[in-house]
């Protein structure tokens, strides 16, 4: 999935918004008590022109790493801590 991201998107927009996601993710993974890190706003400026404007299947990366699209404009993490821990490295 994230080979497709980067063969779909600038270097540039690929770092940025890679980076982000990372950041997304650390925090959650750091620091798991945080209800904050447990979800994100879609519609957050940062979020939709840095990581969800990336083509290739961002959004099935997010997916993959255990946040779920809930219909109230978030991804909320639902998965396994110890997935999440494997792919933020």
């Known amino acids: 999935m994230t080979q ?3 063969q779909n ?6 770092f940025e918004g890679l980076t982000l996601l990372a950041k997304l993710v650390e925090n959650k993974v750091k620091t798991p008590e945080e ?3 447990n979800r994100f706003k ?8 840095k990581i969800l404007s990336l083509k290739g299947g ?3 990366l ?4 255990g946040f ?4 109230d404009d978030f991804y909320n993490f639902t998965g396994d801590l110890a997935v999440l821990k494997k792919a933020w490295k």
Do not use: G, H, Q, Y
């Not at 998107?9 to 690929?14: G, I, L, P």
């Not at 779920?68 to 219909?71: I, N, S, V």
């Open 62 to 65: 997010i997916l993959a790493m």
């Open 68 to 71: 779920e699209a809930t219909d």
């Open 35 to 37: 209800a904050k890190f």
């Open 42 to 49: 879609r519609s957050n400026p940062k979020i939709a022109s």
């Open 9 to 14: 998107n600038t270097d540039e927009a690929c």
């Open 58 to 60: 961002v959004n099935d």
């Open 4 to 6: 497709s991201v980067v």
